[in-house]
């Protein structure tokens, strides 16, 4: 069976503080993007869990997170482990703030529960994502959604109206545990709108929605990433993004446009920056 893991976004993040657990609480809105790896399943006889990707630095035993998905999957079904194979062509970027990992581990999630007739709901594939990560619930369900507490609760909203989307990684990567770290002693600057970004999805108001976008994160950057962020940012409003904003934990920027001109322009000025640069739909 072949599937698609989308890409997700951060149209608002914020972080409200730090549980008792040592997980902080979440509220932020997040969407698909049709940027996708394709995921291979290929069930074998040989009892063994084998995963191939076209990054030769990425896990291929039990540590990467689509084969830990395929585990969580076989023990909520009170089943044994059996043969499998799963191949991933990677293209969304790997420790971008777009939840690659968790996107496949939800791919594989929904692979295996077709492959069997679907005897789970997407809310019950869900339940078993949170086994995996925090980001997997999300991305088993998709779509425009908010998520809360650790990213496990969610929301469906209104869908985003259709758009352009541009997405560049700069070259280099950022820590998740130290931002969440960070994050506590930071002052943030601001926090986004999340009940307005709501309201204007509802409204079906693209533009209401990306004068709103923000991300608590970016407050918490190294001073050389946040304005390498910055001049991403820039870039995209210069070219005519309705809004910009990062993704995750970063370093991933995005615009959201209403015209395909203006995003191709952004895409072809955001080459000069030497990082990688996408031009995409919302899903």
């Given at each position: ?5 989308y890409?997700?976004l ?10 008792p ?84 581990a ?11 007739g ?22 088993v ?21 259709k ?33 307005g970004?709501?309201a204007?999805?509802?409204?079906g108001?693209l ?27 820039n ?23 209403d ?5 191709r ?14 031009l995409?739909?919302?899903?």
């Amino acid at each position: 069976m072949e599937v698609l893991a989308y890409a997700k976004l951060n149209l608002t993040l914020d972080v409200l503080g730090k549980r008792p657990d040592g997980y902080h609480d979440m509220r932020m809105i997040m969407q698909s993007v049709a940027l996708a790896d394709t995921l291979t399943l290929e069930e074998t006889d040989t009892g063994a869990l084998r995963v191939g990707t076209n990054l030769h630095f990425l896990p291929n035993n039990e540590k990467n997170l689509a084969a830990q998905a395929a585990l969580r999957w076989w023990e909520a079904r009170g089943q044994v482990p059996k043969g499998l194979d799963i191949t991933i062509e990677k293209r969304v970027p790997v420790c971008a703030g777009m939840a690659g990992g968790s996107s496949d581990a939800a791919a594989v999630l929904r692979a295996l529960n077709q492959l069997e007739g679907a005897p789970m709901s997407l809310l019950e594939l869900a339940r078993v994502g949170e086994r995996v990560g925090s980001d997997v619930p999300y991305c088993v369900v998709g779509g425009t959604a908010l998520a809360e507490g650790r990213g496990e609760v969610l929301t469906p909203l209104p869908p985003l109206p259709k758009c352009w989307v541009v997405l560049c990684k700069p070259e280099f990567s950022i820590s998740t545990p130290a931002l969440f770290a960070k994050i506590d002693s930071v002052r943030l600057r601001c926090r986004p709108d999340t009940q307005g970004a709501i309201a204007a999805l509802e409204a079906g108001d693209l533009a209401g929605v990306a004068r709103r976008m923000y991300n608590v994160f970016e407050d918490a950057l190294p001073d050389r990433q946040r304005a390498r962020v910055n001049d991403i940012k820039n870039i995209l409003i210069h070219c005519g993004a309705m809004g910009a904003s990062m993704s995750g934990t970063g370093p991933t920027a995005f615009g959201l446009f209403d015209r395909e001109y203006r995003a191709r322009e952004a895409q072809e000025q955001l080459k000069d920056l030497n990082g990688e640069v996408f031009l995409t739909q919302t899903v």
